[in-house]
């Protein structure tokens, strides 16, 4: 058989040695290699798995906030119309307040000016009595040459007042 095993060149003790080098190797390896390998990259799968959980809750948070911002920008903006729907009312009241007193102010003038307007002709009139009494006065003492009492002096006033009145 050495023959043969030339013919192959296969020597077994060195295919044994081998394959125990080879089996060595792998056991070497697998406690010195893989287990620490192993442990790196869980460690790394941790991390990743880590930065995921943390960039959801940062997306849950974010989502949150937005709506938090939305409501209160639709408080903000509802708050706002309000006062502005509340600014017009009371413009709009005191519009009507100055219109009121206004008018109540003007209708007062108005009153006043009648009021003036009758006392002036009221005195415009007494005043033309006076005046025409004292003329009437004259004329009559003129003409019937002497001085009349007070009774004859109404009399004939009242008389030509009247005849002045059917006149007009």
């Known amino acids: 058989m050495e023959g043969f095993e030339q013919l192959l060149g296969v020597?077994?003790?060195?295919?044994?040695?081998?394959?125990?080098n080879?089996?060595?190797l792998f056991f070497v390896f697998k406690k010195f290699l893989y287990k620490p390998l192993m442990t790196i990259i869980k460690?790394?799968?941790k991390e990743i798995d880590d930065m995921y959980t943390d960039a959801n809750a940062a997306r849950d948070n974010a989502a949150s906030m937005e709506e938090a911002y939305k409501q209160k920008l639709a408080a903000a903006t509802e708050t706002g119309e309000r006062l502005v729907k509340e600014a017009v009312v009371r413009g709009q009241n005191r519009e009507e307040a100055i219109i009121r007193q206004a008018n109540?102010?003007?209708?007062?003038?108005?009153?006043?000016?009648a009021a003036d307007i009758a006392m002036e002709k009221k005195k415009a009139i007494n005043d033309a009595k006076n005046e025409i009494s004292d003329m009437a006065l004259a004329?009559?003492?003129?003409?019937v040459?002497?001085?009349?009492?007070?009774?004859?002096?109404?009399?004939?006033?009242d008389e030509f007042i009247s005849g002045l009145g059917e006149q007009a």
């Not at 020597?11 to 125990?20: V, Y």
């Not at 109540?104 to 006043?112: H, M």
């Not at 040459?145 to 006033?157: F, P, T």
């Open 11 to 20: 020597n077994f003790f060195n295919a044994f040695f081998t394959l125990a």
């Open 22 to 24: 080879t089996l060595l």
């Open 43 to 45: 460690n790394r799968q």
């Open 104 to 113: 109540e102010q003007a209708d007062a003038i108005r009153e006043k000016a």
């Open 139 to 143: 004329i009559a003492e003129k003409i």
């Open 145 to 157: 040459g002497r001085e009349l009492n007070s009774a004859d002096q109404e009399k004939l006033v």
